[in-house]
């Protein structure tokens, strides 16, 4: 008894710090790893009593504490968070896009560090973005997904629904409705490019680029101050895909 309650605790305590490794929200950098280890054992901890009442979870007599076995719980976890980052990659999309065309990322274009971040305008946004997945309890929603996943999906048992083919269709779905999101910033820089290049047919002896970039800056401020309060439902609509085919595989794997 001593072992397997061992045994489904490591398993356990492995398929929450895969969520806490990989999720936008739980794995910034102000969050030490060490405390994302210790809080995962101690909330694998609080969900034995779960695992050893009912039969809804039994450990298998071939699952032992071995590195396939907590390979398998980590990138379950892992698998979740990852959703929800490509989710998040809608506000990505239209952060990089507002930051390019703004000029606040001018100079990573010339000189790319992967080290340093894209540019002033996407940083901004992309914490806009996650405090509202705070503010929405996204958070507290995928950790009740992992744990109810312990107690639907089995040890060393992969969902069928987490296929190649359904990630790649939800990593285009993102894509497309991030550049959907980006398609009001690309018109409003294209109506101030034509009025630019208007001006410069007009009064060649302008020096364009002094006059236009110091234009752009404020033309971003404007977008962003359009754009902030669309970013909540441009969230739930990003997490809505990868929150189903999360669900969709550990309910099918129920239905089993």
Known sequence: ?????????????????????????????????????????????????????????????TVMMSFYSAAIELCIGAFIGFTIRVGLMVVEIAAEVLSFLSGFSYASTLY???????????????????????????????????????????????????????????????????????????????????IQGFLGRTSPQLNLFSVGFAFTIPLAFLVLNLLIPEVQSIVIHAIENPLSLVRNGVEMHLGR
């Open 1 to 61: 008894m001593i072992q397997q309650f061992t045994v489904a605790l490591m398993l356990t305590s492995l398929r929450i710090l895969g969520l806490f490794l990989t999720a936008p929200m739980l794995s910034f950098r102000a969050f030490p790893m060490q405390f994302r280890v210790m809080l995962s054992v101690f909330m694998a901890f609080m969900v034995m009593p779960v695992i050893n009442s009912g039969a809804s979870i039994d450990l298998p007599a």
């Open 112 to 194: 790319r560090d992967p080290s340093l971040d894209s540019g002033l305008v996407s940083v901004f946004l992309n914490l806009v973005a996650l405090a509202y997945t705070f503010t929405l309890n996204l958070h507290l929603v995928f950790i009740d997904v992992v744990l109810q996943s312990i107690k639907t999906l089995p040890f060393g048992s992969w969902p069928t629904e987490w296929s190649m083919r359904n990630m790649m269709i939800l990593v285009s779905e993102s894509f497309q409705l991030g550049l959907i999101v980006s398609i009001p910033i690309f018109l409003a820089y294209l109506m101030f490019n034509l």
